[in-house]
């Protein structure tokens, strides 16, 4: 099954986030993870991690192409929505400017961690 959902409204990409679900509890994060976007991404990805039937999920967010604190804020709260349904949920290919905030509000060990099964 594969389900997108589109956050913002710009063409440019600049103000805009897809959430895509793959197969094998795989969803990937595409576009700007950004105080514009991060609304509706964070409602969309918990969404998706609620209607999910696979109990370890990845979040590859390799195709993140802008992101700010409001980003970290999203990828912390799908954590905490994953630990809150008994479910594994791993951050995989983080960008480095999520790591770098994640660094200096000493959160970086629980992004790499995530939440084991």
């Given at each position: 099954?594969?389900?997108v959902?589109?956050?913002?409204?710009?063409?440019?990409?600049?103000?805009?986030?897809?959430?895509l679900?793959?197969?094998?509890?795989?969803?990937?994060?595409?576009?700007?993870?950004?105080?514009?976007?991060?609304?509706?991404?964070?409602?969309?990805?918990?969404?998706?991690?609620?209607?999910?039937?696979?109990?370890?999920?990845?979040?590859?967010?390799?195709?993140?192409?802008?992101?700010?604190?409001?980003?970290?804020?999203?990828?912390?709260?799908?954590?905490?929505?994953?630990?809150?349904?008994?479910?594994?949920?791993?951050?995989?290919?983080?960008?480095?400017?999520?790591?770098?905030?994640?660094?200096?509000?000493?959160?970086?060990?629980?992004?790499?961690?995530?939440?084991?099964?």
């Amino acid at each position: 099954m594969n389900a997108v959902v589109t956050a913002g409204t710009r063409a440019s990409g600049a103000d805009s986030v897809e959430v895509l679900e793959r197969s094998g509890g795989r969803l990937e994060v595409k576009g700007a993870l950004t105080f514009a976007t991060a609304r509706k991404a964070r409602q969309q990805g918990l969404h998706l991690l609620s209607v999910s039937s696979v109990r370890e999920l990845e979040v590859d967010c390799s195709g993140i192409t802008a992101s700010d604190s409001a980003g970290l804020t999203v990828l912390l709260d799908w954590l905490a929505a994953a630990k809150r349904e008994n479910r594994s949920l791993r951050l995989s290919n983080l960008p480095a400017p999520i790591r770098a905030v994640a660094q200096i509000s000493d959160v970086v060990e629980l992004l790499e961690a995530g939440v084991p099964g």
